[in-house]
């Protein structure tokens, strides 16, 4: 069959790694893909947001499934515009209609959902620009620190977590007065702080069955030592160390079972990916937030350890039929690590050619802020290069991943030389 994946980083170049590999995969596209994707599929120059030409290159080149890679296409309706395409309408959208996708397009609809199913979480109350002072209020009633959330999609940014109640009403002001988020400021969900551990779970589901895919941790700070900025993602290991067979048993029991049973009772149809956001408190899971696509980092370790074909699971989960496939997990490790421009997250400066990626036999070269240029390979992003490895530990597959990384350069590279360092 022909497949479409829709997106440009390192979690797209992934699945374009592991697609590629399935004997059911005839022709592979990415739009708009980068440099990595261009060696094993062809790159279309259409952008996520482009619904109509997205459905014009569905059509014209006779596009089975698509692969929807980030969140915001989703929670804009891409599902739906194609499933509404008469032309279209067989076609397979490995992602949620805008309904669903409300789970991460809204933290206020995730939290109704979390509350209306039973599914553990922090207590928490959402505040408009005309209750503002309700907001203040319960500031007093809580105890610091406070976490405030923009309710819509802030490109990861909408979150702050403050330990001073006067910085934290003026926070507040700020992003329902002064719209320090924009739109996704327009309401902002104010909860109590949880003490614990984050990991990242995931399932692919049809709507109706699940399939529990590798977990992971990843490490969003700029600064060694978890300091600093939040990025997109600065590494990620592949299982959390701290998962016990029992936690995962917890999981599926307390979060991911009540979701997709609330799937059923709201009469959401669901197919595609769901990443769950946790934070285990003592021994129990909190679910911090729903994203409705796979992450970025985790993409990159949670895909290689995937032993069975993705393609043939994309397509069970596209036709409802999960339950009669199995999925088989690598039991090696696996460790990523960012190469990220100098500056970032703040400014930083693009067109730096790439140097060695080419040297890398140890471990998967990632691509993501990176494109072709004259023959070379050049940076066009924030986060670049994630490199990937495996072992028979975390400890392993990091000291594979930064022996790579010594092989690979560019002016101002920068990347975090204690990914795992809390495990």
């Given amino acids: 069959m022909n497949v479409l994946i829709l997106g440009s980083g ?17 022709n592979l596209y990415v739009a708009p893909g980068n440099s990595g994707t261009s060696k094993i599929a062809s790159n279309l120059e259409i952008q996520v947001n482009q619904f109509e030409q997205i459905a014009e290159a569905i059509k014209n080149l006779n596009i089975s499934l698509v692969v929807v890679g980030p969140e915001v296409p989703l929670v804009n309706g891409l599902t739906d515009f194609i499933k509404g395409n008469k032309d279209l309408k067989d076609t397979i959208v490995i992602g949620p209609n805008k309904h669903a996708a409300q789970l991460e397009g809204s933290k206020d609809f995730a939290k109704d959902f979390l509350n209306r199913h039973n599914i553990p979480t922090a ?20 105890k610091a620190p406070y976490v405030l959330k923009a309710d819509g999609l802030a490109a990861g940014k909408g979150v702050l977590i403050i330990d001073n109640p006067d910085e934290a009403k003026n926070e507040i002001h700020e ?4 719209s320090k988020f924009g739109d996704a400021s327009k309401s902002v969900v104010v909860e109590e702080f949880l003490d614990g551990i984050e990991l990242s779970c995931f ?10 895919l590798p977990s992971a941790k990843d490490y969003k700070r700029i600064g060694e030592g978890d300091t600093g900025l939040n990025t997109g993602g600065m590494g990620a290991v592949s299982p959390p160390t701290f998962l016990t067979k029992e936690f995962t048993e917890k999981v599926e029991q307390q ?5 997709i049973e609330g799937f059923k009772k709201d009469n959401i149809n669901y197919q595609g990916f769901i990443f769950f956001g946790l934070i285990k408190v003592n021994d129990d899971p909190y679910v911090i937030e729903y994203n409705v696509r796979m992450g970025d980092p985790e993409s990159e370790v949670v895909l290689p350890r995937i032993k069975s074909d993705l393609l043939e699971l994309l397509y069970a989960a596209g036709n409802g039929n999960l339950k009669d496939h199995n999925i088989i997990i690598d039991d090696k490790k696996a460790a990523t690590v960012f190469l990220v421009s100098g500056g970032y997250p703040e400014q930083y400066e693009k067109n730096k050619e790439i ?7 140890d471990s998967l070269v990632f691509h993501a802020g990176a494109k072709c240029e004259d023959a070379k390979v050049k940076t066009n992003g924030g986060r670049v290069i994630a490199v990937t490895s495996m072992g028979n ?4 597959a990091l000291e594979k991943s930064y022996n790579s990384i010594k092989k690979i350069s560019f002016e101002k590279m920068y990347y975090r030389k204690d990914i795992g360092f809390d495990l």
């Fill in 123 to 142: 207590s928490h109350k959402t505040f408009t620009a005309e209750n503002i002072n309700d907001a203040f209020f319960y500031i007093d009633e809580m």
């Fill in 203 to 212: 399932v692919i589901s049809d709507g109706q069955d699940y399939k529990l």
């Fill in 175 to 178: 992003m329902l007065i002064n």
């Fill in 255 to 259: 979060v991911i079972q009540p979701t």
């Fill in 393 to 396: 530990s975390v400890q392993e």
């Fill in 10 to 26: 390192g979690r797209e170049h992934a699945f374009a790694y592991k697609i590629r590999q399935s004997l059911l995969c005839k």
């Fill in 355 to 361: 140097f060695g990626l080419d040297s890398v036999v």
